[in-house]
């Protein structure tokens, strides 16, 4: 069982940047993909981006793709996502999850997940 903890999430204007880290208690194996999910405000809860634990292959949404760098560090077992140049429809609480799977871009009943961390970006 994998328990994860975001930190770091808080409050910044636009075109700021920020990063978030989520730190895992005992091992994520090679074969897991970890990945970032947010839910904004009266919004579904959305795909943000996915990191490969063996090898580091990733993959982001459309929308954060050159403003967003998701990576990690095995060693720590800590994945963090830099925010750059935020906007204010990035104001989500953010999630960290983790499951067999890469790339980790949908959502499952299965996977390990944080109880999440909140980024408000103010115009």
């Known amino acids: 069982q994998v328990q994860l903890v975001e930190s770091g999430g808080g409050l910044v204007q636009a075109g700021d940047s920020l990063t978030l880290s989520c730190g895992a208690s005992g091992f994520i194996f090679s074969n897991y993909g970890v990945a970032w999910f947010r839910q904004a405000p009266e919004k579904d809860r959305e795909f943000v981006a996915t990191?490969?634990?063996?090898?580091?292959?990733?993959v982001y949404a459309d929308s954060v793709k050159g403003r967003f760098t998701i990576s990690k560090n095995n060693a720590k077992n800590t994945v963090y996502l830099q925010m750059s140049n935020l906007k204010p429809d990035d104001t989500a609480v953010y999630y960290c999850?983790?499951?067999?799977?890469?790339?980790?871009?949908?959502?499952?009943?299965?996977?390990?997940w944080g109880k999440g961390t909140l980024v408000t970006v103010s115009s």
């Open positions: 999850v983790c499951a067999r799977r890469f790339p980790l871009t949908t959502a499952s009943g299965n996977d390990y």
């Open positions: 990191i490969a634990w063996s090898g580091g292959s990733t």
